[in-house]
């Protein structure tokens, strides 16, 4: 239940990245996203510099993989995220978000040879479901009449994203002592964005951050989604997968609508209490089905060698 457990504590901490990003959208998303991590980095620091120190060369032995973790799940993804909710509203974030896991199946499928049988496959289709009833409060024929904008189609960016940061993860972050992984392609994130958000204030002026609910936002945003979610999420898919892991991310909706209902007094409905147990249905078939096939394959070899022995 450990990596269980994570991804749940995940799902929570990335919800409240969709609502605080939403509730402090005035600042422009690459200043937002530059301040998150640059927070993360300076928490970061001295927990994890002695670990870069001691490997450093193993570091720079594997700057392409650093390069693509930093690239994919730090500075691409949270810059995506920050731009789509200027133009779209959380629960839109949270229903295109949900599409990760499935997502990173196919990415996994083709990248990574994984396999998966047909229960779990069954559960990223049923979660997913679950997210789609829970945004479109159960009216799915009416999911076409959504008000998709160009903050919708910047969340495909984050999806693709995410989707590759978890492929990434399976493949490089076991090499790296994790807490001197974080803190690498966090700094990395940091000097890529750098220049981008130099740019963003050369447009639009330099915004003033010092307001107290700007400040509180970011400190939320820099301490738990870039610094403990990353963590446990890195933990995570080193123990499951990057398929298995990623479907938790289709309880975001869930949570994130709860969130909006508690925080900003939205109605939950029945359709949303019928949802989330929808979701929670598909995350528990995707996570323990490989579990229950394989109780059934022991069943049957079990059967087999019985009537060996009768016969």
């Not at 060369?57 to 810059?79: D, Q, Y």
């Not at 392609?185 to 447009?203: H, K, Q, R, Y």
Request: no cysteine; proline share 4%; charged share 10%.
């Amino acid at each position: 239940m450990y990596p269980y457990v994570l991804m749940i504590l995940v799902v929570f901490m990335y919800a409240g990245n969709l609502l605080i990003g939403k509730a402090i959208n005035d600042l422009p998303p690459l200043t937002i996203t530059f301040f998150r991590l640059l927070i993360a980095f300076t928490v970061l620091l001295p927990i994890g510099y002695r670990s870069v120190l001691k490997h450093k060369s193993l570091f720079l032995e594997n700057k392409k993989p650093v390069l693509a973790l930093s690239l994919s799940g730090i500075a691409l993804f949270n810059t995506f995220i920050y731009g789509s909710l200027q133009f779209t509203s959380s629960s839109n974030a949270a229903i295109l978000e949900s599409a990760i896991p499935a997502v990173t199946v196919i990415f996994s499928i083709y990248l990574l040879k994984e396999k998966i049988n047909q229960i779990q496959s069954a559960g990223v289709l049923l979660s997913l479901f679950g997210s789609i009833w829970v945004i479109v409060d159960g009216r799915l024929f009416q999911i076409t009449h959504l008000q998709w904008n160009i903050g919708d189609l910047i969340m495909i960016g984050a999806i693709l994203s995410w989707a590759l940061y978890s492929i990434f993860v399976k493949l490089y972050m076991f090499r790296f002592p994790p807490y001197g992984a974080v803190l690498v392609i966090t700094g990395v994130g940091v000097l890529l964005l750098l220049p981008a958000v130099v740019v963003e204030w050369l447009i639009l002026g330099v915004p003033s951050i010092f307001s107290r609910e700007y400040v509180a936002g970011l400190l939320y945003l820099g301490v738990f989604p870039s610094f403990i979610a990353l963590i446990f999420y890195n933990r995570a898919v080193e123990l499951l997968s990057a398929s298995k892991a990623s479907i938790f991310l289709n309880l975001l909706p869930v949570v994130t609508m709860l969130g909006a209902g508690l925080w900003l007094g939205e109605q939950i409905t029945r359709m949303h209490v019928i949802g989330a147990a929808i979701v929670m249905v598909g995350v528990l078939l995707t996570t323990q089905g490989g579990r229950l096939r394989g109780k059934k394959d022991l069943t049957e070899q079990t059967s087999n060698v019985e009537r060996k022995t009768q016969n």
